[in-house]
């Protein structure tokens, strides 16, 4: 996450400086144009910082969900949790049947994401009403796992040498590509009952890049989506949490 501000921060410096650099504003401490041309050389280099800080890899060594078992080693990680009012089968019907709707700043993190551009139906340009775990396995994503009530894991692709269908894939020979040129992507949930009618439910992301220069490559594309990413995540959470507290049969808070 500190790599990400950096780069954030760096970019928030950069303007500033150019801002002072056509009218200098003394409020800001840059009443010169010497100090904004400073003010931007320590911005960019704080973004280069932040973009060329180094992806270290982490190993799982004991594993204990479905994630370890498909993705044990990652370089780019991001986990989320929420505690959600509802039995375990409400909250997996939520997670089933939340929508792109229903979470929000979806549409528009993912309109920005695609830099406003018209794609087919997609994660990246969701149908408003459609369930968009359907709609992630129909274009694009993998179920690797999928235990009802516990926990299921979708794989996908966040760089790869070459175009490839979905079709062409399966868990296993998803789990076992090791060839370079590939950064691995998996995402779960994982629902854990903590008590009468209540459960924490649990999303992590993590990708491995197979090579060193794939790493470095999605390393940089990685610190400039981190912040919208995990706004996602959240937001999606609390949508599965609002769907299945509203259920019928869900605990009175």
């Given at each position: 996450?500190?790599?990400?501000?950096?780069?954030?921060?760096?970019?928030?410096?950069?303007?500033?400086?150019?801002?002072?650099?056509?009218?200098?504003?003394?409020?800001?401490?840059?009443?010169?144009?010497?100090?904004?041309?400073?003010?931007?050389?320590?911005?960019?280099?704080?973004?280069?910082?932040?973009?060329?800080?180094?992806?270290?890899?982490t190993q799982v060594t004991a594993p204990s969900t479905r994630l370890d078992l498909f993705l044990p080693?990652?370089?780019?990680?991001?986990?989320?949790?929420?505690?959600?009012?509802?039995?375990?089968?409400?909250?997996?019907?939520?997670?089933?049947?939340?929508?792109?709707?229903?979470?929000?700043?979806?549409?528009?993190?993912?309109?920005?994401?695609?830099?406003?551009?018209?794609?087919?139906?997609?994660?990246?340009?969701?149908?408003?009403?459609?369930?968009?775990?359907?709609?992630?396995?129909?274009?694009?994503?993998?179920?690797?796992?999928?235990?009802?009530?516990?926990?299921?894991?979708?794989?996908?692709?966040?760089?790869?040498?070459?175009?490839?269908?979905?079709?062409?894939?399966?868990?296993?020979?998803?789990?076992?590509?090791?060839?370079?040129?590939?950064?691995?992507?998996?995402?779960?949930?994982?629902?854990?009952?903590?008590?009468?009618?209540?459960?924490?439910?649990?999303?992590?992301?993590?990708?491995?890049?197979?090579?060193?220069?794939?790493?470095?490559?999605?390393?940089?594309?990685?610190?400039?989506?981190?912040?919208?990413?995990?706004?996602?995540?959240?937001?999606?959470?609390?949508?599965?949490?609002?769907?299945?507290?509203?259920?019928?049969?869900?605990?009175?808070?």
């Open positions: 996450m500190l790599p990400s501000l950096a780069v954030y921060a760096g970019l928030f410096l950069v303007f500033l400086a150019l801002v002072c650099l056509l009218k200098p504003l003394r409020w800001l401490r840059l009443g010169t144009r010497r100090r904004a041309a400073l003010a931007l050389a320590a911005g960019l280099a704080v973004i280069s910082c932040g973009f060329f800080w180094p992806l270290s890899l080693a990652y370089q780019a990680r991001e986990q989320h949790s929420i505690v959600v009012h509802a039995s375990a089968e409400q909250v997996d019907r939520a997670l089933r049947q939340v929508t792109a709707s229903e979470i929000t700043f979806y549409r528009a993190l993912t309109w920005i994401r695609r830099l406003g551009r018209p794609v087919p139906a997609s994660i990246l340009n969701p149908p408003a009403q459609q369930p968009i775990l359907d709609l992630a396995t129909r274009t694009g994503f993998l179920m690797l796992a999928d235990e009802p009530r516990q926990e299921l894991v979708l794989g996908t692709f966040a760089a790869a040498p070459r175009p490839s269908r979905l079709a062409d894939w399966t868990p296993e020979t998803w789990q076992a590509l090791s060839a370079p040129g590939y950064a691995k992507a998996a995402m779960n949930f994982r629902i854990q009952e903590i008590g009468p009618g209540e459960c924490r439910v649990t999303t992590e992301t993590r990708v491995y890049a197979t090579d060193a220069a794939t790493a470095r490559a999605f390393g940089r594309y990685w610190r400039v989506i981190y912040p919208g990413s995990a706004l996602i995540r959240v937001m999606w959470l609390r949508a599965i949490r609002t769907r299945a507290e509203s259920a019928p049969g869900a605990p009175l808070r």
